[in-house]
């Protein structure tokens, strides 16, 4: 027996353990991703329940969850079409964002002059907080609902506009050169190449934005307020507040944090889609 | 295919005459180039970096213009006449392999369905009719390289020009590569202009090798390779493969010792 069998047998053995080892890290980490959330959202309840109920903390400074998820119930009748307002307020405000946003990238890049005349407007459009923009949207536009739609997209549109303009000129040089050999037209150049290399940076923007659309809709719930907008929710969650109604205030929000995250999700999965068969950012490597 | 003519006996296809580049108005890439194109060429451009090889072929592909001196094609040049391939594969990522190959095609709005044999025919002969609807990303680096052939010979083109297309590859895959490049070259008979820096890769692929030095870039010498065609495996070991590369490996030395 020489040594290098012996080398060799405690080499698979090592292998086989390692892999066994590694096979249960996996399985532990895919239970812990869901577990793990779970039971932090279960203590942080049980803790806020505790001190409401121990301390006597009176429902106008502190409701209890039992009280907030009471509350979810009753008032569903309130809450489930102000979510739905909202809802559309932001879905509208992300389809515009869209089209404005890839319409003036295109624009950009399809002209310098356009850029060099337009791109800066757009930069202090972002910048200005569109809470202070907001009370004079609504002076100048009658109509509410286009004044809450326009606030929410001033706020999502440029995350969109500033990616996927940057993705239109990224495309790779020797794709370019190969596309002038063969004669290629303006259009066939940005449908072929500029439009697929921007779409992963197309898909980032969309990510922010959705997120910032539903931000901007619930700014423009509060500033523009029910008068014009209809029932929101978070023009409830206002109205909550005012009446010292906690316990709604509270149904309110959390219903704006799940739009929040179920548009995240949406948009997770809508990059995901479009780019699994072909970009680094989707694939999953092996380690 | 009718055979090739032996070198002296074939007709041009293009001529550069007196071809010179100049960057930002003082920098000479490419000085007093002449060149004249043969149908059935396999010409290498070889030299040390900076030596305005890669110009030159950007010069012929039309993607940069002389700043003076002419290019001309024989009986006019038309979009048809040209398939290139780069340094890297340089594919569409988000495109499958047959998408890649079609583009040519499809960017003179010719439909896949047209030309779908063509197309077909091209895969086959890089060797990779079975990853037709593989993404580049599924491809290993060599066969990224075949992808990008297929799309350069697919719209069989009278030239194709070639820049350091292998200079990234190991040296098995490279001289797999080399060996199916001459063949592919027997089986549709293009003319091809092919950039290296390597003396062994010239001499196993060429008839003709153009040595060019250095600052300011410039031909120096031509190197002909009398080897007949085909060739294969054994020649990369014969006595007159070892002649040629020494012959081309002392004219690249010259061009290295006058750029110095």
Not at chain 1, 91 to 117: D, H, N, P, Y
Not at chain 2, 89 to 110: I, K, S
Not at chain 2, 211 to 225: L, S
Request: proline share 5%; net charge positive; aromatic share 10%.
């Amino acid at each position: 027996m020489s040594i290098a069998e012996t080398s060799q047998i405690s080499e698979t053995e090592t292998v086989d353990q390692e892999e066994l080892a590694r096979y249960r890290r996996e399985r532990m980490m895919k239970i812990a991703r869901w577990t793990l959330p779970s039971l932090v959202m279960i203590l942080t309840l049980l803790a806020w329940h505790l001190y409401v109920t121990i301390w006597e903390v009176p429902h106008y400074v502190l409701p209890g969850p039992t009280l907030v998820a009471q509350k979810m119930v009753e008032d569903w009748a309130v809450l489930w079409p102000a979510m739905i307002l909202t809802g559309r307020l932001t879905i509208l405000a992300l389809i515009l964002a869209v089209l404005g946003g890839v319409g003036l990238a295109v624009a950009f890049t399809q002209s310098k002059w356009a850029e060099m005349s337009f791109f800066p407007y757009a930069v202090i459009l972002q910048v200005t907080p569109v809470v202070a923009i907001a009370p004079l949207i609504q002076i100048y536009v009658d109509n509410a609902f286009v004044a809450a739609l326009l606030c929410a997209w001033i706020v999502a549109f440029f995350p969109i506009l500033s990616n996927t303009t940057i993705g239109l000129k990224s495309a790779d040089h020797n794709l370019s050169d190969l596309f002038t050999i063969y004669g290629a037209t303006r259009w066939q150049r940005l449908r072929y190449l500029a439009a697929p290399s921007a779409l992963p940076f197309f898909l980032g923007g969309l990510k922010i934005a959705g997120g910032l659309a539903l931000i901007g809709a619930v700014v423009a719930e509060f500033v523009i307020g029910r008068a014009g907008t209809g029932l929101g929710l978070a023009s409830t969650l206002l109205e909550a507040s005012y009446r010292f109604n906690f316990g709604r205030l509270y149904a309110a929000l959390i219903l704006i944090s799940v739009m929040g995250v179920v548009i995240f999700a949406l948009m997770s999965l809508i990059s995901y889609l479009a780019l699994f068969r072909w970009h680094e950012s989707a694939l999953k490597r092996e380690k | 295919m009718t055979p090739r003519p032996p070198l002296g006996e074939r007709a041009p296809l293009l001529k550069m005459s007196h071809v010179e580049k100049t960057f930002r108005g003082d920098i000479v890439a490419l000085r007093d180039m002449n060149l004249t194109v043969n149908e059935g060429d396999f010409i290498s451009l070889l030299g040390p970096s900076g030596c305005g090889k890669s110009t030159a072929l950007r010069l012929i592909s039309g993607l940069m213009t002389p700043t003076s001196g002419k290019i001309d094609w024989t009986g006019g040049q038309s979009k048809d006449d040209l398939g290139v391939v780069f340094q890297e594969p340089t594919l569409m990522p988000w495109a499958r392999v047959v998408d890649n190959v079609w583009l040519p095609f499809r960017l003179r709005g010719v439909s896949y369905n047209e030309v779908k044999d063509q197309v077909l025919e091209a895969l086959k002969l890089v060797g990779l009719e079975k990853f037709q609807r593989a993404f580049p990303r599924e491809l290993s680096g060599g066969m990224k390289m075949r992808v990008s052939i297929a799309r350069a010979l697919v719209t069989r083109p009278r030239l194709i020009l070639m820049d350091e297309p292998f200079a990234a590859l190991d040296e098995i895959t490279r001289h797999k590569l080399n060996n199916d490049l001459l063949a592919l070259r027997e089986a549709i008979g293009c003319t091809v202009i092919f950039v290296t820096h390597s003396v062994f890769e010239s001499v196993f692929l060429s008839d003709r090798i153009v040595v060019m030095a250095a600052r300011p870039g410039r031909v120096i010498r031509e190197v002909q390779v009398t080897a007949p065609y085909p060739r294969d495996e054994a020649f990369r070991t014969s006595a007159a493969y070892a002649a040629h590369c020494r012959e081309a490996s002392e004219a690249l030395h010259d061009a290295i010792g006058v750029a110095a």
